[in-house]
C-alpha cells in the first residue's frame, strides 16, 4: 500500500514537471513554427520571382542582372528605398495609410494602373494566387537587412536650387556624367540618348533636354531642372514617356537618387556631371 502511494506521488511530480515545462516551451515553439513558415514562404516567393519578375526587376530584385539584355526597367526592389523603414517615400506620395506589407502586396496583385507593372493576382486577370502574392511580398520583404538598411555614414544636404547647389560644386565633366548615367542605371527607363541601340523604354528621350528642359517649368533654365528632376521626380511631370503619356505623379522614375549621389562627401559631384553631360547632348 504505502508503495503504490510513493509511485502514484512519484508520477504526479513527474507529470506536472513535464506538463510545466511544455507549458515554458510554447512560446518559443511557436516562433520556432511562425519562422519555419515564414522561411518557406519566403522560399516559395523567390522561385515565383525568378520565374515572373527577374525580366524586369533583375535576378534578386537588384535591377542590374536581367535574364534579357535591356529588358530591366530600371527599378531595384532589393532597395533601401523599399524595404528599409515603415513607409516609403512612394507610400507617403501616395498617402497609403496601412503596413508595407500591405502596399507589397497590393502592389503586386494589381499592379499600377497606367505603368508597366503588370497585375497578378488571378482575380485581376493575373497568373498567381494569393498565397503566391503572400510568398512574394514575404520574399520581397525579406531583402531588409542590417548592411542594407544601416544609416549612411554621411548624408550631403541638397541645396534647394540648383544654383546654389553648383557654387559647392562648380564644374561638371561630360565623359564622367556619361558614367554616372550608366552607374545609377538611369539608362535602364531612358535609353543611352547617344546610343541608337539602347532606347528608352520607360522614362522620356533625354536627347534634347538641354533645350527642352528650359521649356518645362516657367523660370528654370534647363540645367534648374534636371537637378528637380533627379532630386525630386514627382515635383513636375513630363508629358511624354515611349510607350503613353507619362503617369504620376508619384513619377515612375525612383525617388531616392538624392540618398544615393549624397552618400559621400564628394558624390555629389556625380549630380554636376549627369547635368553637364545631359545639357551637353543635342
Ligand atoms: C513588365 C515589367 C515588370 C514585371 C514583369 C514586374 N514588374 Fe514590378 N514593377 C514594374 C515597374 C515599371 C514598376 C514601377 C511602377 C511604378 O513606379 O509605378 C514596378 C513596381 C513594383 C513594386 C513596387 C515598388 C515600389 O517601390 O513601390 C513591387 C513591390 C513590384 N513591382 C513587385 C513585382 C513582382 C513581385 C513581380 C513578379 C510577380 C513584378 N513586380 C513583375 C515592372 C514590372
Ligand atoms: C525606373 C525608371 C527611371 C529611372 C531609373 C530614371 N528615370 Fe528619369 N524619368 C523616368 C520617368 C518615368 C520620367 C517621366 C516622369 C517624370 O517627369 O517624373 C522621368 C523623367 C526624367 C527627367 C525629365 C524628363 C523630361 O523630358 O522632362 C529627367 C531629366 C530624368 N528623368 C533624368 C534621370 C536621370 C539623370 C536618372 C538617373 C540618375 C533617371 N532619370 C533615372 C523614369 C526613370
Given amino acids: 500500500m504505502q508503495i503504490k502511494v510513493v509511485i502514484g506521488t512519484i508520477a504526479f511530480m513527474l507529470t506536472m514537471m513535464v506538463l510545466g515545462y511544455a507549458t515554458l516551451r510554447e512560446d518559443a515553439r511557436l516562433e520556432e513554427f511562425t519562422h519555419a513558415k515564414v522561411g518557406r514562404s519566403i522560399e516559395f516567393g523567390a522561385e515565383l520571382f525568378a520565374g515572373n519578375c527577374t525580366t524586369c526587376h533583375g535576378v534578386n530584385g537588384l535591377a542590374q542582372d ?7 526597367v530600371g527599378l531595384p526592389l532589393n532597395d533601401p528605398g523599399l ?9 507617403e506620395a501616395m498617402g497609403w495609410i496601412g503596413t508595407k506589407e500591405a502596399f507589397i502586396r497590393t502592389t503586386i496583385s494589381s499592379g499600377r494602373p497606367g505603368y508597366i507593372m503588370p497585375a497578378w493576382l488571378d482575380e485581376y486577370g493575373g497568373s498567381l494566387r494569393q498565397d503566391q502574392v503572400k510568398n512574394l511580398a514575404d520574399y520581397v520583404l ?7 538598411c544601416a544609416e549612411p555614414a554621411f548624408e550631403y544636404e541638397w541645396k534647394a536650387t540648383y544654383e546654389e547647389y553648383s557654387e559647392e560644386f562648380p564644374d561638371g565633366d561630360v565623359v564622367a556624367g556619361q558614367a554616372a548615367f550608366l552607374t545609377y542605371g538611369c ?8 546610343d541608337d541601340a539602347m532606347v528608352a523604354a ?3 528621350e533625354l536627347m534634347n533636354i538641354g533645350t527642352n528642359g528650359a521649356n518645362r517649368i516657367e523660370g528654370y533654365t534647363a540645367k534648374d531642372y534636371i537637378y528637380q528632376s533627379i532630386l525630386e521626380p514627382s515635383a513636375f511631370i513630363a508629358e511624354d ?16 537618387f538624392g540618398l544615393r549621389m549624397g552618400s559621400s562627401e564628394e558624390m555629389p559631384q556625380d549630380m554636376q ?10
Fill in 66 to 72: 536581367c535574364p534579357n539584355e535591356d529588358s530591366c
Fill in 142 to 148: 525579406n531583402f531588409e537587412s542590417e548592411e542594407l
Fill in 273 to 282: 556631371n549627369l547635368i553637364t553631360y545631359l545639357t551637353s547632348l543635342n
Fill in 241 to 256: 514617356c515611349p510607350n503613353a503619356p507619362c503617369s504620376g505623379p508619384p513619377s515612375a522614375m525612383p525617388a531616392n
Fill in 187 to 194: 539608362n535602364a527607363c531612358h535609353g543611352l540618348p547617344e
Fill in 83 to 91: 524595404v528599409c523603414g515603415d513607409k516609403t517615400a512612394r507610400m
Fill in 202 to 204: 520607360v522614362g522620356p
